[in-house]
């Protein structure tokens, strides 16, 4: 399977590291098996290390969510190319939300949350409960400051700051 999904490219460590996870997780791998065209696309179009460290990010939250056999996860539901979430996570018996996955590429602080918020507020629907993880290295998590960056962006949209938003 690891092969069909990478080319070639085992010796990436981000290639590595999914190819374990379809190696520990059947129910990942049959996921990594319905979605495999995505996935290559998103590897192939993944040209440097950082990008592919986004689609590892996105990938390693569908593998610790299908670790869970009550979860059923849905890939780029809203059909890929489009402007939406990349995952419907549904809980068995429950309501489903949406969950987008960013990862930021450099340190954290209130400045730099406007960059992955705004694009990715953009993709979620209004009319469904959505989740916005925001992957991050290391231990760089403690260093953000999520309820400071929502009011900052309130704040400007209050001001009506139209160039800032436009600009994003």
């Given at each position: 399977m690891a092969a069909r999904l990478f080319d070639g490219a085992e010796t990436d460590p981000v290639a590595e590291d999914i190819a374990g996870w379809l190696a520990g997780s059947a129910r990942f791998r049959a996921f990594a098996e319905a979605h495999r065209d995505k996935i290559r696309k998103k590897l192939r179009i993944a040209t440097d290390i950082e990008a592919r460290r986004d689609v590892r990010a996105e990938l390693g939250a569908a593998h610790l969510l299908l670790a869970d056999r009550r979860i059923e996860v849905a890939f780029e539901a809203y059909g890929s190319?489009?402007?939406?979430?990349?995952?419907?996570?549904?809980?068995?018996?429950?309501?489903?939300?949406?969950?987008?996955?960013?990862?930021?590429?450099?340190?954290?602080?209130?400045?730099?949350?406007?960059?992955?918020?705004?694009?990715?507020?953009?993709?979620?629907?209004?009319?469904?409960?959505?989740?916005?993880?925001?992957?991050?290295?290391?231990?760089?998590?403690?260093?953000?400051?999520?309820?400071?960056?929502?009011?900052?962006?309130?704040?400007?949209?209050?001001?009506?700051?139209?160039?800032?938003?436009?600009?994003?």
């Open positions: 190319g489009k402007a939406g979430p990349d995952f419907t996570v549904r809980f068995r018996g429950e309501r489903s939300f949406n969950l987008e996955v960013t990862r930021l590429r450099r340190a954290p602080g209130q400045a730099t949350l406007g960059g992955p918020l705004l694009p990715k507020l953009r993709q979620l629907p209004p009319s469904v409960p959505n989740v916005l993880l925001i992957a991050t290295e290391g231990d760089r998590a403690g260093a953000l400051d999520l309820p400071g960056a929502a009011h900052a962006l309130k704040a400007r949209a209050d001001a009506k700051e139209d160039a800032f938003f436009l600009t994003r």
